[in-house]
C-alpha cells in the first residue's frame, strides 16, 4: 500500500512555472510507476505524464510535451512535475498516481492523492 501526497499548487501567470511534487508514503515506492493528470471543471480526468519505475522511460501528453518534466527521486519517495511555460488551458487540480505499470489511463493506476490545484491567469 502507498499513501501520496501532492505540494506545489497556485496561481501563476501565463508564461510562468511551476514545480509539482508528490510525496509517497511505504517502502515499495521504487517498485511503481508514477503517474502525473489533471482534471479541469466539468472535464474529465486526463493524463499528462508518467514515468517507469527506474526513472529511465518517461511519457508525455501531447498538450505538454516540451514544457512540463516529470522526474523521480526514489531515495526519496517523491515524483516531480516540473511545469514551464505555462498556458491557461493548463488550469485543473493535478493528482499523482501510482501502478504497476507506466499507463495513459486512469484505470492503470491503482493509488491516488488528493491532488493540487494549478491556476494559470491570462
Known amino acids: 500500500q502507498v499513501q501520496l501526497v501532492e505540494s506545489g499548487g497556485g496561481l501563476v501567470q501565463a508564461g510562468g512555472s511551476l514545480r509539482l511534487s508528490c510525496a509517497a508514503s511505504g517502502r515499495t515506492f521504487s517498485s511503481y510507476a508514477m503517474g502525473w493528470f489533471r482534471q479541469a471543471p466539468g472535464r474529465e480526468r486526463e493524463f499528462v505524464a508518467a514515468?517507469?519505475?527506474?526513472?529511465?522511460?518517461?511519457y508525455y501528453a501531447d498538450s505538454v510535451k516540451g514544457r512540463f518534466t516529470i522526474s523521480r527521486d526514489n531515495a526519496k519517495n517523491t515524483v516531480y512535475l516540473q511545469m514551464n511555460s505555462l498556458k491557461p488551458e493548463d488550469t485543473a487540480v493535478y493528482y499523482c498516481?501510482?501502478?504497476?505499470?507506466?499507463?495513459?489511463?486512469?484505470?492503470?493506476?491503482?493509488?491516488w492523492g488528493q491532488g493540487t490545484q494549478v491556476t494559470v491567469s491570462s
Open positions: 498516481a501510482a501502478g504497476a505499470y507506466t499507463g495513459r489511463r486512469t484505470d492503470e493506476y491503482d493509488h
Open positions: 514515468i517507469r519505475w527506474s526513472g529511465a522511460i518517461t
